[in-house]
C-alpha cells in the first residue's frame, strides 16, 4: 500500500532544482560523479519500494556503502536526493527529444522522436528502469510537492509543445481541451509499455520477443498516432461543414 505521508519541505527546499544541489568539486571529479549516481540508483530502488517517508538515508547510505554524510556533500539533503531520483531519468530521455516542435517537422518525424526514447527506455532490460517505473508510478497515483514542481519545470512545457504541434496539424492557433486530450492519449500508448510491460509479456509475450521489437513497436505506435491525428482532422472538418451549413440554413 503506497503511504499518504509526504515530504513537508520547507517553501526553500520545496523549489530547489536538481542544478542547486551542492556542486561536485572538480578535483576528484569523476569518482564523485560515480559516487552520485550509484547513490541516486540505489534511493532510487529503497524510494520506490518504501516512498520518501518509509525510506531513511541511513539505510540508502547503508545499501550504497557510502557514508551519511555523502547525502549532504552530493544532494544537500533527503529532499534533495529524492529530487535527483525523480529528475535524473526524466531529463535523461526527455534530453533526446531534440526539437520536435519545429515549425518545419513533418508531424510523422516529430511524434516519432518523442515516442522512439520513451520505448527503447521502457524496453530496456535493467532492474533501475522498473525501479524508476514503480517510483513514478508512486508519484502519479499520489504527487508530492516535489513532484509537482518537477512536472511544472520539466513535463508541462513539453506537454505544450507537443499540444501546440497537435494544434497546429488541425488548423488551430491554440489547442483546445480535445488537443490536450489527443496529446494525452499519444504519450499514453508509449508509457504503457514502461507499466505494462510485464502484463503484456504474460498476455501476448511474443510483442516483446519477436525480432526488432523495439523498432516494430515504435513504428506502429508512430502510424497509430498518425492516424489519430487524420481522425481528429476529419473530425473538426466535418464539424465545421456542419456549423456551415447551418448558418446558411438560418
Known amino acids: 500500500m503506497i503511504s499518504k505521508r509526504r515530504p ?54 547503508l545499501a550504497a556503502g557510502v557514508n551519511l554524510a555523502a547525502i549532504h556533500y552530493y544532494f544537500g539533503d533527503k529532499e534533495g536526493l529524492y529530487r535527483a531520483a525523480l529528475l535524473e531519468p526524466i531529463r535523461a530521455i526527455t534530453s ?24 527503447t527506455l521502457s524496453l530496456r532490460e535493467d532492474d533501475h528502469e522498473l525501479n524508476v517505473a514503480r517510483l513514478h508510478l508512486r508519484e502519479m497515483l499520489d504527487p ?40 494525452f492519449a499519444m504519450i499514453a500508448m508509449a508509457n504503457d509499455y514502461c507499466s505494462s510491460r510485464e502484463f503484456i509479456r504474460m498476455l501476448a509475450p511474443a510483442v516483446l520477443s519477436r525480432r526488432n521489437a523495439c523498432a516494430a513497436i515504435v513504428d506502429r505506435l508512430v502510424g497509430y498516432c498518425v492516424a489519430l491525428l487524420s481522425h481528429e482532422q476529419a473530425r473538426r472538418k466535418a464539424q465545421s461543414k456542419g456549423a456551415s451549413r447551418g448558418r446558411r440554413v438560418r
Open 96 to 119: 533526446q527529444f531534440g526539437d520536435f516542435g519545429t515549425d518545419d517537422l513533418p508531424f510523422e518525424q516529430a511524434i516519432r522522436a518523442i515516442l522512439a526514447p520513451l520505448i
Open 144 to 183: 508530492s510537492p516535489i513532484f509537482r514542481d518537477i512536472v511544472e519545470r520539466e513535463i508541462a512545457p513539453l506537454h505544450a509543445v507537443l499540444a501546440g504541434l497537435v494544434a497546429r496539424h488541425c488548423g488551430l492557433a491554440r489547442p483546445d481541451a480535445e488537443v490536450h486530450q489527443l496529446a
Open 8 to 61: 513537508n519541505p520547507s517553501p526553500v527546499s520545496s523549489s530547489r532544482s536538481a542544478a542547486d544541489a551542492p556542486p561536485v568539486p572538480t578535483r576528484g571529479y569523476d569518482k564523485g560523479a560515480a559516487t552520485s549516481e550509484h547513490l541516486v540508483r540505489v534511493a532510487t530502488r529503497i524510494f520506490a519500494a518504501k516512498g520518501f517517508a518509509g525510506a531513511t538515508t541511513r539505510e540508502i547510505c
